[in-house]
């Protein structure tokens, strides 16, 4: 009888602390997780820094060609204050 009752209590022992098992395995893997979620929201991956960068010069060059568009308009207006070909603009150019 007492040997019955110990094979129950080994067989149902497993059973009983499954719960408690993956409890103390989550608590314990919990620092880890949040810490690497923290470098993931700090950090900015090649594809972030990439689409940032587009954005940035996508930006510039729209100044440059409202700043272009706003000279050669000026330029028509008054002829004689502009100089001819490509040394007359000197505003912002994109990527300088």
Same mark, same amino acid.
């Given at each position: 009888?007492?040997?019955?009752?110990?094979?129950?209590?080994?067989?149902?022992?497993?059973?009983? +602390?499954?719960?408690?098992?993956?409890?103390?395995?989550?608590?314990? /893997?919990?620092?880890? @997780?949040? #810490?690497?979620?923290?470098?993931?929201?700090?950090? +900015?991956?090649?594809?972030?820094?990439?689409?940032?960068?587009?954005? /940035?010069?996508?930006? @510039?060059? #729209?100044?440059?060609?409202?700043?272009?568009?706003?000279?050669?308009?000026?330029?028509?207006?008054?002829?004689?204050?502009?100089?001819?070909?490509? @040394?007359?603009?000197?505003?912002?150019?994109?990527?300088?």
């Amino acid at each position: 009888m007492r040997n019955l009752v110990l094979k129950l209590a080994a067989l149902t022992l497993p059973l009983a +602390t499954g719960g408690c098992v993956k409890t103390v395995a989550s608590v314990v /893997k919990a620092p880890f @997780q949040a #810490a690497g979620q923290v470098v993931d929201w700090t950090t +900015t991956s090649q594809s972030e820094a990439d689409r940032n960068y587009g954005r /940035k010069m996508r930006k @510039q060059e #729209a100044r440059e060609g409202r700043e272009r568009r706003e000279y050669e308009k000026q330029c028509r207006k008054h002829p004689d204050q502009c100089q001819q070909g490509q @040394q007359g603009y000197d505003g912002y150019r994109a990527g300088y």
